[in-house]
């Protein structure tokens, strides 16, 4: 099982980039995703959740209204759409799948973990 985590780069603040991650190994077309990043000395954070079928999605209120997740369960791939970046948006970010169906902002719910595309937000 491999979630491939691909978009990250260098972009200035207020640009947009779209991070994708794809699923291999086995399918999560039932499955709820995440993402979550973690800047340099910080711990992780929660960013995104979708359910299985995109019918309920969670943000961090750092990043509502700017950071969209959707997902095409037909590619078995999940994306975040990121606009309005910021500097304190520079991170590692990584996507994970849950072994539930409904979206969870919780850490402990994920148990598929990508390797992660870094981001750097310059000012």
């Known amino acids: 099982v491999q979630l491939q985590a691909s978009g990250g780069g260098l972009v200035q603040a207020g640009g947009s980039l779209r991070l994708s991650c794809a699923a291999s190994?086995?399918?999560?077309?039932?499955?709820?995703m995440g993402w979550f990043r973690q800047a340099p000395g910080n711990e992780q954070e929660f960013v995104a959740a979708?359910?299985?079928?995109?019918?309920?999605?969670y943000y961090a209120d750092s990043v509502k209204g700017r950071f969209t997740i959707s997902r095409d369960n037909a590619k078995n791939t999940v994306y975040l759409q990121m606009t309005s970046l910021k500097p304190e948006d520079t991170a590692h970010y990584y996507c994970?799948?849950?072994?539930?169906?409904?979206?969870?902002?919780?850490?402990?719910?994920?148990?598929?973990w990508g390797q992660g595309t870094l981001v750097t937000v310059s000012s």
């Open positions: 979708i359910s299985w079928n995109a019918g309920t999605t």
């Open positions: 994970a799948a849950t072994r539930l169906a409904s979206a969870s902002a919780s850490y402990g719910a994920y148990e598929y």
């Open positions: 190994g086995r399918t999560f077309r039932s499955n709820a």
